[in-house]
């Protein structure tokens, strides 16, 4: 079965400045990857995806994630944060099987904290 | 654009009660889920259902029971609810049940046991 980590709870950025939050995934192949973004108050909305393919793939609010085999990781980047982007990331793994149903397995979360 | 709806934002009830919490989409998705969300814990898969009249167990499905009757209508059901239930439950919906199909989520319900 699949499993996916967030070491990162909370996380504070300065506005401007960069921002990377860790993702490390088990699973025996190549699996399907996403990022979320739950705001305050609010359902998760998705930021991005991997399926296959070029390993760096870009998503909504100028975000983009990097999937590395050899570390089992897709850590989500934003080169400069914005206090919009204060919010809570979720990082989910599922199968790559294209019959029946595959669920998915979602991460702790971390909380992105901006500072003025 | 894709649109979940969960009836209540927020909804406090008493030890005992049984609650229903309701959910709609407007998509024509065949597969939908049930999440509870809890500081630390993550996402948990309560139930899903990937047509009307079918359903299956996530991974804590005790405590819970669904209805699916319309294809765009999935609801919660808590039988007798407890204290130990009070979390935040999100909805979500996708177009079939393979992993490759993003889920979209609901604004959740903050369920309240008192």
């Known amino acids: 079965a699949q499993s996916v980590t967030q070491p990162d709870i909370h996380i504070t950025v300065s506005e401007g400045a960069s921002l990377e939050l860790r993702c490390n995934y088990s699973y025996g192949a190549t699996p399907y990857l996403f990022w979320y973004v739950q705001s305050p108050g609010q359902g998760l909305q998705l930021l991005l995806k991997y399926f296959s393919g070029d390993t760096l793939v870009q998503g909504i609010k100028g975000f983009e994630a990097e999937f590395k085999r050899s570390q089992s990781s897709f850590n989500l980047r934003k080169p400069s944060v914005h206090w919009s982007d204060a919010a809570e990331y979720f990082c989910?793994?599922?199968?790559?099987?294209?019959?029946?149903?595959?669920?998915?397995?979602f991460g702790t979360g971390t909380r992105l904290l901006v500072s003025p | 654009d894709v649109k979940v709806t969960q009836s209540s934002r927020y909804l406090v009830k008493r030890t005992g009660e049984k609650v229903f919490l309701e959910c709609v989409q407007d998509m024509d998705h065949e597969n939908m889920f049930w999440y509870r969300q809890d500081p630390g814990l993550g996402l948990r898969l309560i139930y899903f259902?990937?047509?009307?009249?079918?359903?299956e167990k996530g991974d804590i499905p005790e405590g819970y029971s669904v209805s699916r009757e319309k294809k765009e209508r999935f609801s919660l059901i808590l039988e007798s609810a407890s204290t130990n239930q009070t979390s935040m439950y999100l909805c979500?919906?996708?177009?079939?049940?393979?992993?490759?199909?993003?889920?979209?989520f609901g604004d959740g319900t903050r369920l309240s046991i008192l």
């Open positions: 979500a919906s996708s177009l079939y049940g393979q992993s490759n199909q993003p889920q979209h």
């Open positions: 989910a793994v599922g199968p790559s099987l294209n019959t029946g149903f595959q669920k998915l397995v």
């Open positions: 259902s990937y047509d009307v009249k079918m359903k």
